[in-house]
Nanobody, 119 residues
């Protein structure tokens, strides 16, 4: 059974930082692309970042330069370091895994972790 468990969310002031973790089990972690998504209240879920099985990072224009994605295959864990956080970053953040491409269909999802950025 595949499980993805996010942690590291919380309340932070604007300009602050948080590091999210996504611990995976039940899959051959190193062969999966790991993605990060977020969903703010009243909005659709959106892609934030991803890291491929070959360690290539992907970002959106909103997160490039502020967020850094990484993975540790020895720990079956993906990370999202978020710096210079803004109130607009407030959302539930989800990690997901896909055996396909970064923008493809994600097969497995975590339960999400809340990130709240106060102004």
């Amino acid at each position: 059974q595949v499980r993805l468990v996010e942690s590291g969310g919380g309340l932070v002031q604007a300009g602050g930082s948080l590091r999210l973790s996504c611990a995976a089990s039940g899959l051959f972690f190193s062969t999966y692309t790991m993605g990060w998504f977020r969903q703010a209240p009243g909005k659709e879920r959106e892609f934030v970042s991803a890291i491929s099985s070959s360690d290539s990072p992907w970002y959106t224009d909103l997160t490039k330069g502020r967020f850094t994605v990484a993975r540790d295959n020895t720990k079956n864990t993906a990370y999202l370091q978020m710096n210079k956080l803004e109130p607009e970053d407030t959302a539930v953040y989800y990690c997901a895994a896909t055996a396909g491409g970064v923008r493809g269909q994600y097969d497995y999802w975590g339960q999400g972790t809340q990130v709240t950025v106060s102004s």
